[in-house]
């Protein structure tokens, strides 16, 4: 397998030629870039750096086994080092919308409930039960609010799980959850 350097993959950071890092392997991301489900700028971000990182803060390892195949240029070399991808910030705690009504200040909410919140002013989101309202989350996702605003108002969990390492949650979560989903037996 052909072998490139870090200075030799940091050339290829355009749209139209952008490679990235993950676990020592080099991918050419160009073609795949605008079919990404978490959008093209989250990729030109990481375009000519190690994204090991933040791959694996926001994906699970399938999406990499899915994909990585038909991407792969090479291996790393270790000649020189290459500059970490930035870290995405988390929206602060004050940003998250506080809901309501008393039956949401509750924490215990429904799929209805959580339906009428599904509009880029007003976006929640269900995740393993839990709901987060990411209104204010919608313009700083990495993958671009367009993939968030797709489920805003209904269940996530699929969708995230496919593409998100579960400490992603753990990071943001707390910041941004708003309930849970109330169950039959209330």
Excluded at 101 to 118: I, W
Excluded at 144 to 155: N, P, Q, R, S, T
């Amino acid at each position: 397998m052909t072998t490139h350097s870090p200075d030799q993959v940091a050339q290829h950071s355009s749209p139209e030629d952008a490679w990235i890092i993950i676990d020592g392997k080099v991918y050419d991301v160009t073609k795949f870039a605008d079919d990404h489900p978490g959008g093209k700028k989250v990729l030109m971000k990481a375009a000519g750096k190690d994204a090991s990182k933040q791959f694996a803060q926001f994906h699970n390892p399938s999406v990499l086994q899915k994909y990585g195949p038909k991407l792969l240029v090479g291996d790393l070399s270790t000649s020189a080092s290459s500059p970490s991808a930035p870290a995405t910030s988390a929206p602060s705690a004050s940003s998250a919308s506080k809901p309501p009504d008393t039956f949401v200040q509750a924490g215990l909410l429904t799929s209805e409930k959580v339906a009428e919140h599904a509009s880029e002013k007003d976006a929640w989101i269900i995740v393993h039960g839990k709901v987060y309202d990411v209104t204010k989350f919608l313009d700083e996702h990495p993958g671009g609010k367009k993939v968030l605003l797709k489920v805003a108002g209904k269940d996530a969990t699929k969708q995230f799980d496919q593409f998100h390492n579960p400490s992603v949650l753990q990071k943001f979560g707390p910041k941004l959850k708003v309930g849970e989903i109330a169950t039959a037996k209330l």
